[in-house]
């Protein structure tokens, strides 16, 4: 499985961006995918997950509320809506497949996307 994230950009807060990460393979349709986000000088964590089927999800406690992850399996792709951002919420973000159902940990997932940068701007 390989994997392309897309959607990042500069925005101010308060505002609504909507990240993507397509897949190469089918067997994209059968597994777990996760968004991580990784700031400056911090580790890379857990944002959302969802079932292979969609049916599940699971977000942080900072998101929760916000940002809402989708898959459309059909077109290879995961989806990351993210409402409300506020400063915080600027870090490169990763798409990971692979993981364990609603894994946390990005050490469950076994490929990753190259990263995209979202900037919330105060």
């Known amino acids: 499985v390989q994997l392309q994230a897309s959607g990042g950009g500069l925005v101010q807060a308060g505002g609504s961006l909507r990240l993507s990460c397509a897949a190469s393979?089918?067997?994209?349709?059968?597994?777990?995918m996760g968004w991580f986000r990784q700031a400056p000088g911090r580790e890379r964590d857990f944002v959302a997950a969802?079932?292979?089927?969609?049916?599940?999800?699971y977000y942080a406690d900072s998101v929760k509320g916000r940002f809402t992850i989708s898959r459309d399996n059909a077109k290879n792709t995961v989806y990351l809506q993210m409402n409300s951002l506020n400063a915080e919420d600027t870090a490169v973000y990763y798409c990971?497949?692979?993981?364990?159902?609603?894994?946390?940990?990005?050490?469950?997932?076994?490929?990753w996307g190259q990263g995209t940068l979202v900037t919330v701007s105060s």
């Open positions: 990971a497949a692979g993981g364990l159902n609603g894994s946390r940990r990005p050490h469950e997932y076994r490929y």
């Open positions: 969802i079932s292979w089927s969609g049916g599940t999800t």
């Open positions: 393979g089918r067997a994209f349709r059968s597994v777990p």
